[in-house]
């Protein structure tokens, strides 16, 4: 390794550490879904599709946000952009107080919602700048630091979120069963209140986090400038001249679709097929845990041993089998199928975005809004997975099926909805990132 190469990731080192600290903190934030989904549930007394909507507050904002937050850090940069999203995360910690007083879903719903704003802000500028902080070629590997960071994170996130929102709902819910309405609502507000100081310690530290990156060394990156082959200069005057950015953009909607399915469904999953609320809680962390130990193997063999768009199939081809491994198996096997596409989903995020930034240039910080509004996937595939699960199982309980099986059974087959969303990122693995233009030699 030349001297100059040293110096460069001695220098990058600062920001890298930077950067995964943020990962960490909105993989924390985003992945506590999983817990929140049966707890909102309860609490709120909602059917599967609409307990699916506390994933569709938090993604949603993705789609109202990205160009704005482009705008943001186009203006103040991305140190002070940072520290914005920071505090408007605390803020949206701050509005499950008043949410969890007055036990109203809506309520609860805009917390989660203002959080996606500043999660928003921070993506917006995090991913981008790790991706052209170093060579294109192994954009893959410092995302998958980031994911290492992200996921840890989110395991950590469900652990101490199941054990302060999930321990003892199982015996609430049987209590709900026999209550009059007076008891219910105690019952009910008695476990409400249970978000009051995680929510108060979480929007505390992520206030104090946001005046603290205002002072963090992070030098200022740009991406290299688009050239056409055979040319010394660029004759792109448009994002819409790209179509391997579009393509990117929704292998990017359909991909957090299926990831937030696959971490946010599980828990719920567990339940539904019979499994206590106290063991169910843990079914998330197998999922992440997946995720970890494939970003850490990410790390070792990319680029080294393994291109991205390499990763990218396999990953895709993991994911289809997967998935019809969850539909054709029962109990905890299924479950464990569920948690294991962990292991699929982990490169997918970090292959995608340097193959779809790859020679964008002055249209690198566009491009990565549009793959930032791509999460709105997180928003929209989720509930259909919840609708789905309702439908079929109405279907079921008409045809003479009892509830609990009825359930169990609409659970299970309503993962097919995945199989569609690895069949799209597998066409972007092998095709459709190597359309440059629309016409092609």
Known sequence: MSDLSKTQKKNNLVPIVIIASLFFIFGFVTWINGALIPFMKTINELTDTESYFVASASYISFVIMALPASYIL????YRKGMSLGLIIMAIG?????????????WVFLTGIFIQGIGMTLLQT???????????????????????????????????????LLLSGIDEVKE?????????KSIL??????????PYLVMAI???????????????????????EKGSGSSTKTSIFQFPHLWLGVFALFVYVGAEVIAG?????????????????????????????????????????????GTALKVSAILGIIFSFCILFTTGFTSV??????????????PAIWPLTLEGLGKFTKTASALLIMAISGGAIIPPLYGRMVDANKHELIINGINETDALASAATSSYWILIPCYAIILFFAMWGHKYKSWSRK
Not at 141 to 156: D, E, F, S, V, Y
Not at 175 to 183: I, P, V
């Open 175 to 183: 209590k709900l069963g026999r209550a009059t309405l007076e008891e």
């Open 93 to 105: 910690a701050l509005v499950f107080i008043p949410a969890a007083e007055v036990r109203t879903y």
């Open 264 to 308: 946010d469904t599980i828990i719920a999953y567990g339940i539904s097929l019979g499994f206590s609320a106290e063991d169910a809680k843990f079914f998330t962390t197998f999922t992440l845990m997946a995720m970890v130990a494939t970003y850490a193997l990410g790390v070792l063999l990319i680029p080294k041993y393994i291109k991205q």
């Open 205 to 227: 530290v992520l206030l104090v986090l946001g005046l603290l990156i205002r002072k963090a060394p992070l030098p200022h990156v740009e991406a290299a400038e688009v050239t």
């Open 336 to 349: 464990l199928f569920v948690a294991a596409l962990g292991i699929a989903n982990a490169l997918v995020w």
């Open 74 to 77: 186009n203006k103040i940069g």
């Open 125 to 163: 500028a995090a991913n981008p700048y790790i991706t052209i902080l170093g060579p294109i070629e192994s954009g893959a590997k410092r995302i998958a630091i980031m994911g290492i960071a992200n996921k840890t994170a989110g395991a950590l996130g469900s652990l101490i979120f199941g054990a």
């Open 188 to 197: 009910l507000d008695t476990m409400a209140d249970s978000v009051f100081l």
